[in-house]
């Protein structure tokens, strides 16, 4: 294991970055929004290349399978649960710090604290 492998660590040195940059856009942005869209998307894509690059040294069609499992169930629920948790703190009202206008609040469709969810109409 000590080798270089171009193949097996490029993959995998890429997938860190993505994560380390990550976890630097968690400290370093200013809000929940903008903190979810970073940990999501980077970290989706930084297990990817490290679960690439784990893939292509296994032998075995059992452990490569797990971890094509993994790397899917990640990929669906990764950006599912952080879909979720933005819309629960924008129902709750948590304000985004914007840098321009918000269009929601002009149109009227901002929530305000301690309003009611929005019910949809099931007949359309």
């Known amino acids: ?29 200013p809000d929940l929004y903008s903190r ?13 290349g490290i679960f690439v690059g784990a893939a292509l040294e296994l032998t075995e069609a059992a452990a490569f399978t797990r971890l094509a499992a993994i790397l899917l169930f990640q990929f669906l629920t990764t950006p599912l649960s952080a879909y979720l948790i933005a819309q629960a703190a924008y ?9 321009g206008p918000d269009e929601w609040n002009q149109l009227g469709r901002h929530p305000q604290p301690g309003d009611e969810p929005p019910r949809e109409d099931p007949a359309g």
């Open 1 to 29: 294991m000590n080798d270089f492998s171009p193949l097996r660590d490029i993959p995998i040195l890429i997938g860190s970055f993505f994560v380390l940059t990550a976890a630097v856009g968690v400290l370093r942005f």
């Open 36 to 48: 979810l869209h970073a940990s999501s998307k980077l970290v989706t894509l930084g297990s990817a």
């Open 91 to 99: 129902l709750r009202a948590l304000p985004p710090r914007l840098s």
